[in-house]
């Protein structure tokens, strides 16, 4: 039935995988140079457009070949300016990709899985099972689609883009997916076509020990670790993947991590849990640890979610938290949160296509209670 899916979609081949496609067609080498420079430098999605191409050539690469992206099932733009996009693939699982705006440029929040099979007590995504990895062409296509709503295709040359920046901080583990993620991220650097510098691709882990080499040497990336604890004992519960790869040993990779230096740091993300991870103690010794790493501090209020076991710290914590940072020398800002009319911001991910899956739902229910009935109770958060 699905005559467009028997087609090979271009999107998400590697530069070799995509010349090997030509080949097969039996085309020159050099047609991949132009098809790249179309589907990745001027957005084209129609062979017809690829104006380059003789168009005996184009219907015949449109017989066997596609362009295809993700379908943005939902848009949303908060009162912040933070853009959500609920993203559906072809199965019909979705995911969430979120843009967050500064002045004049901004960066885009890019999902690797669809959940996650790590969980992490503060984060909605960990209460979501994991349904599976993303592909290569569902990660660029992220990516891609934001951009057709910014509407920055061709390639902006002069470095203006909206889209200047890609954070790996998704939904998902992207060191559990790594071999379509490292794929997409080399698409997307290509000088080529989207050519967006390593330095302005940020790419967060929960410390997934023995692929943090291995992301360093292959992408030059920068790093971000989802630190949160200061102690193996409260991190083993934070971030149960701390079982796995304690804290000295995740310590240890990121004195390592190639690429990092005083002009170019790590990023240790620290969720502010009021009362848990927040004392002045652990500011202390979130210093002890940074000791001889090049790095720098972002501290994340907790977002809450409906039913989750923590709250943000307070202000004050906060505050004196900050202060101890500052005096021993970093500047760390506390990241403010956007989206969250929207709930896009850090760990809300999961809710909203639960919600509206909720809402979905309800409905159906709805529509079967016959008319006078008790409507089921709801909680805080209207689900039922
Ligand atoms: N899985 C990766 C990347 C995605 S999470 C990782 O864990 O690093 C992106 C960041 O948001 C991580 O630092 C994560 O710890 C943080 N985060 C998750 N849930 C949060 C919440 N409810 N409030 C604030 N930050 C949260
Ligand atoms: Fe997964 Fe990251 Fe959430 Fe942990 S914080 S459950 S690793 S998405």
């Known amino acids: 039935m699905e005559t467009a899916a028997e087609k090979t979609n271009l999107v998400g081949l590697s530069r070799e995988e995509l010349a090997a496609a030509v080949a097969a067609v039996g085309e020159k080498p050099f047609r991949t140079k132009q098809l790249w420079h179309w589907i990745y430098h001027q957005g084209a999605t129609d062979f017809a457009q690829m104006t380059t191409l003789a168009k005996p050539l184009r219907e015949k690469l449109a017989e066997i070949f596609e362009v295809r992206k993700p379908v943005v099932s939902r848009e949303q733009t908060s009162s912040d300016r933070t853009r959500k996009w609920l993203i559906k693939f072809a199965d019909g699982n979705e995911a969430e990709t979120v843009y967050i705006p500064e002045d004049d440029r901004g960066a885009i929040c890019i999902s690797s899985q669809v959940g996650c099979t790590l969980t992490c007590t503060f984060c909605h995504t960990g209460t979501q099972k994991l349904v599976r990895n993303l592909t290569s062409a569902e990660i660029v296509g992220q990516f891609m689609v934001a951009r057709d709503s910014y509407g920055e295709w061709p390639t902006p040359m002069d470095g203006g883009r909206m889209i200047s920046n890609i954070v790996m901080m998704g939904m998902g583990e992207p060191l559990f997916n790594y071999d379509n993620v490292s794929k997409a991220l080399k698409i997307i650097m290509d000088g080529e076509g989207i050519a967006l510098s390593k330095r302005r691709i940020t790419l967060s882990t929960s410390g997934v020990v023995p ?174």
């Open 211 to 384: 692929m943090m080499e291995k992301c360093g040497a292959d992408l030059g990336v920068n790093l971000a670790v989802s630190l949160h604890a200061v102690t193996d004992e409260l991190r083993d519960v934070l971030v149960p993947i701390n079982k796995k790869y304690p804290l000295k040993e995740l310590i240890r990779a990121c004195r390592e991590y190639p690429g990092a230096n005083n002009a170019r740091r790590i990023t240790f993300e620290y969720v502010m849990l009021k009362g848990v991870n927040d004392s002045e103690a652990d500011a202390r010794e979130l210093l002890r640890l940074a000791k001889g790493i090049p790095v720098k501090f972002n501290l994340i209020p907790f977002n809450a979610w409906p039913g989750a076991p923590y709250e943000c710290s307070t202000p004050e914590a906060m505050d004196k938290f900050v202060n101890i940072l500052n005096d021993g020398g970093f500047s760390s800002p506390i990241r403010q949160p956007r989206g969250r009319d929207i709930m896009a911001a850090c760990g809300q991910l999961k809710s909203a296509s639960e919600r509206e899956r909720l809402k979905r739902m309800t409905a159906r229910v709805e529509a079967l209670v016959p008319e006078g009935a008790e409507p089921a109770p709801r909680d805080a958060a209207g689900n039922a």
